[in-house]
């Protein structure tokens, strides 16, 4: 069954979730903590492969994004957020427990097995505890942090904040997670279960650690940790043996009473940023695709804009840019729809079989982002850009050559040679299947970026290698402009430079479209001041005219 998309908690505040009901009456329920930052993003797939088969099993299971993370209220400038995503999952239990169940268990990854844990303390009426790969220190996760920001463009900025693969961690609350010790207090008559994998790290130490606090749990020795964590996200393959077993524990340890549930109803739409704006959780048709649609609370937008996936990244965008990015743009008048194809994040899977990896680029995407464009314009929006970074750039190029409905594409660092196919124009499937992995690797590359721009000019001729110019040509004869924003060394630009610089330059100069530089820029904009520039850049593209001042990150619910 679809998860039903709901904001939960207080009002001023709310918190954004994903409620897995069964097909059933509901004979349990389960709350799902996610880990933090990048491991967030690469175990969104199995968190909800997880949700699914407990919500097989028979329970009501509730996934959600902490206060300041994905789709939630907050910002994280100046916030200490560890309190904050403690009281979220207190918010999270207290929601199944509206929803009428009465002894909740919870599993949690991570930084959300810690936070599970802390729950707990209080809490004597829980059903059994998940512990997946459980932080059990915070100083030792603070040192984490501090690694991933290491290598974060403008990740260490020396106010005491970090920037971890552009989530942005406030002084207060690095201070906080520094002085944590999330294993003080535990009760020893939880019911727990400790999931590690072989040769994950500190296996043996976080066990010992636990005993130590007086935790004895259940230990389920299973592999896969490292296949969800230690992988880019693309690449994460759900470990289908380890979720089965960890399922079926919470499922045999947890006291099965039939609910009347879920009774309570859920509200689609909450304002925001004290009522100047709004979000709408909406589903696009025809294949029900999620989607968040943020806008000027009571006025009418004629400009609206439609935040892509890139590669398997949830429709938060990557680290959270797009949720900033959209609030930004709705207080100034822009209404903007945060999507995911299909099989990515929160949208339904396009075939009937359980899908155990992402794949970047649909072949439904262009009909999806051309839908999505359709349900803006029904919304009353006249002019629809499509905004895109890497894979979702080049997904809005291309269907903007190839495709009706878009005025705009802002596209970010997008790989304009090797367009896979997603549904729509022409695809050389035999060529483009033998060179596009080959040319993904460097040594092949440099080769091609030594044979003369003339030559490339002539395989765009002879339809084997298109040239981006080609794009850009169909798109302004469809009257679609085309911003490009490329960082300076990006790969996607040296590409550009090499095989179509001079074609590219005429269309540039033509005005059929246009090129942006940002020095300094990583491909994923996880650099915040950069990121900065770029919202800048689509606050002109997309017509926004700021209403007051306003910073993405300070607004909240």
């Known amino acids: ?72 209220s907050g910002g994280s400038l100046e916030a200490e957020l560890l309190s904050g995503w403690q009281a979220s999952v207190r918010t999270g239990l207290a929601e199944l427990r509206r929803l009428g169940v009465r002894r ?38 603070w ?49 727990a279960a400790l999931v590690q994998s072989p040769g994950w790290r500190d296996v043996g130490e976080t066990a010992e650690n636990l005993a130590a606090a007086g935790l004895h749990p259940t230990l389920l020795e299973l592999p896969g940790t490292s296949a969800v964590l230690e992988r880019d996200a693309e690449m994460v393959d759900v470990p289908v043996h380890l979720v089965e077993r960890l399922c079926d524990w919470v499922h045999d340890s947890s006291e099965l009473t039939p609910i009347e549930g879920p009774r309570a109803t859920v509200d689609p ?17 025809p294949r029900g695709l999620y989607g968040v649609l943020t806008q000027p609370a009571g006025m009418p937008s004629q400009a609206g804009v439609i935040f ?3 590669g398997v990244a949830p429709a938060a965008g990557p680290g959270r840019a797009w949720v900033e990015f959209a609030r930004t743009l709705a207080a100034e008048g822009v209404t903007s729809l945060r999507l995911d194809f299909s099989g990515i994040g929160d949208s339904p899977d396009a075939g009937r079989r359980p899908v155990r990896r992402e794949e970047p680029v649909p072949r439904s995407a262009g009909a999806e982002l051309l839908a999505a464009a359709h349900f803006l314009r029904r919304r009353g929006v006249q002019k629809v850009t499509a905004v895109g970074l890497c894979s979702g750039a080049h997904i809005s190029v291309r269907t903007a050559a190839y495709g009706s409905g878009l005025d705009g594409v802002f596209a970010i660092n997008p790989p304009l040679y090797y367009l896979r196919d997603q549904g729509i124009g022409p695809w050389q499937r035999w060529l483009w299947a033998l060179t596009a992995f080959p040319m993904s690797k460097r040594p ?32 302004a004869a469809r009257g679609t402009r085309v911003q490009l924003v490329f960082s300076a ?69």
């Not at 799902?32 to 990048?38: D, T």
């Not at 403008?154 to 002085?179: E, F, M, Q, W």
């Not at 909450?270 to 959780?281: C, F, H, N, P, V």
């Not at 092949?444 to 040509?473: C, I, K, M, N, Q």
């Open 269 to 285: 739409v909450r304002l925001l940023d004290a009522g100047t704006i709004q979000e709408e959780i909406v589903r696009i048709s």
């Open 1 to 72: 069954m679809t998860p039903l998309p709901i904001w939960f908690g207080s009002r001023e505040q709310p918190l954004a979730g994903f409620l897995h009901r069964p097909s059933g009456q509901p004979v349990g329920g389960v709350l799902i903590c996610a880990p933090f930052g990048y491991e967030a993003g690469c175990s969104h797939r199995t968190l909800r492969a997880i949700a699914e088969r407990l919500a097989a099993l028979g329970h009501l299971v509730l996934r959600f994004d902490y206060e300041g993370t994905g789709g939630s």
């Open 143 to 191: 040192r984490e942090l501090r690694a991933q920001a290491a290598i974060t463009p403008a990740g260490v900025p020396g106010d005491g904040s970090l920037n971890v693969v552009g989530h942005h961690v406030s002084a207060a609350t690095v201070r906080a997670i520094k002085a944590w010790n999330p294993l003080a207090g535990l009760r020893p008559d939880l019911t």
């Open 489 to 557: 060394d990006d790969p996607g630009l040296v590409d550009v430079r090499v095989r179509a610089d001079s074609a590219v330059r005429r269309i540039v100069a033509a005005g059929q479209a246009s090129m942006l530089i940002v020095d300094d820029m990583d491909h994923s904009m996880f650099d915040r001041a950069r990121r900065a520039e770029v919202l800048d850049a689509l606050r002109e593209a997309c017509g926004a005219e700021p209403t007051r001042d306003i910073d993405a990150e300070s607004i909240t619910a």
């Open 104 to 141: 909740p268990a919870l599993v949690g990854l991570r930084l959300g097995a810690s936070l599970a844990l802390a729950a707990s303390r209080d809490d004597p009426d829980l059903g059994p505890i998940v512990l997946w790969a459980p932080v059990t220190s915070g100083r030792r996760y």
């Open 308 to 310: 892509l996936n890139n």
């Open 444 to 475: 092949v590359r440099a080769a091609a970026h030594r044979v003369p721009e003339r030559v490339w000019t002539w395989l765009d001729r002879l339809g084997l290698f298109p040239s981006p110019a080609r794009y850009l040509r169909r798109a």
